[in-house]
């Protein structure tokens, strides 16, 4: 059974940094796509970043409402994926979800449950 | 970036009732559409991929249908479980967007 849990999450200041974490289980993590996506509350959703695998050389992708604040990393060892969220603003209040996508697959096969970043003064 | 366009954005019905939920690409996407579904305290499940192909898993009760710029996710003989919140994705380029979503509400 496939399983993405997230962990991370809370209540930060404005400007401040947060690391989101999200273990996995139950595919071979290390050829699988990786992806985080939020939802803000109420909204719909937004992909925010995409690691691809060491055969795609870990190239990383961003939305541009996060790129140069944020960085997704991976640990194939762990089978674990990251999101370094730096200088966090307002708008980026929201349920962060791990997703998965099959190699050279731009949509999603899987989802954790998501995590919560609320940022507020 | 490619604009998404969901309707209707509230859907009531019954069970045993057909529904249609639409999507519209702002440029042409070829067949490259996910549909997916949201429920309270459950993951996202996605549903259908590349416009019409079932993910294992789905009901055939599901289907999907459309190419370039729109997009058709129909529901036939609904039960109580497909009750929810419905996006589509375009997933042909970067950066992969979301339609604003579809609740489907029992009437």
């Known amino acids: 059974e496939v399983q993405l849990v997230e962990t991370g999450g809370g209540l930060v200041r404005p400007g401040s940094s947060l690391k989101l974490s999200c273990a996995t289980s139950?595919?071979?993590?290390?050829?699988?796509?990786m992806n985080w996506v939020r939802q803000a509350p109420g909204k719909g959703l937004e992909w925010v970043a995409l690691i691809k695998d060491k055969y795609s050389n870990y190239e990383a992708n961003y939305a541009e409402s996060v790129k140069g604040r944020f960085t997704i990393s991976r640990d194939d060892s762990k089978s674990r994926v990251y999101l370094q969220m730096n200088t966090l603003r307002d708008q980026d209040t929201a349920t962060y979800y791990c997703?998965?996508?099959?190699?050279?697959?731009?949509?999603?096969?899987?989802w954790g449950q998501g995590v919560m970043v609320t940022v507020s003064s | 970036d490619v604009q998404m366009t969901q309707s209707p954005s509230n859907l009531a019905a019954s069970p045993g009732e057909s529904v249609s939920i639409n999507c519209k690409a702002s440029k042409s996407i070829s067949k490259y559409l996910a549909w997916y579904q949201q429920k309270p305290g459950k993951a996202n499940k996605l549903l259908i991929y590349s416009g019409s192909t079932l993910q294992s898993g789905t009901p055939s009760r599901f289907s999907g249908s459309g190419s370039g710029t729109d997009f058709t996710l129909t529901i036939r003989n609904l039960e109580p479980e497909d009750f929810g919140l419905y996006y589509c994705?375009?997933?042909?380029?970067?950066?992969?967007?979301f339609g604003g979503g579809t609740k489907l509400e029992l009437k």
């Open positions: 139950g595919f071979t993590f290390s050829n699988t796509w």
């Open positions: 997703t998965c996508s099959s190699y050279m697959r731009y949509y999603f096969d899987y």
């Open positions: 994705q375009q997933h042909n380029e970067y950066p992969w967007t």
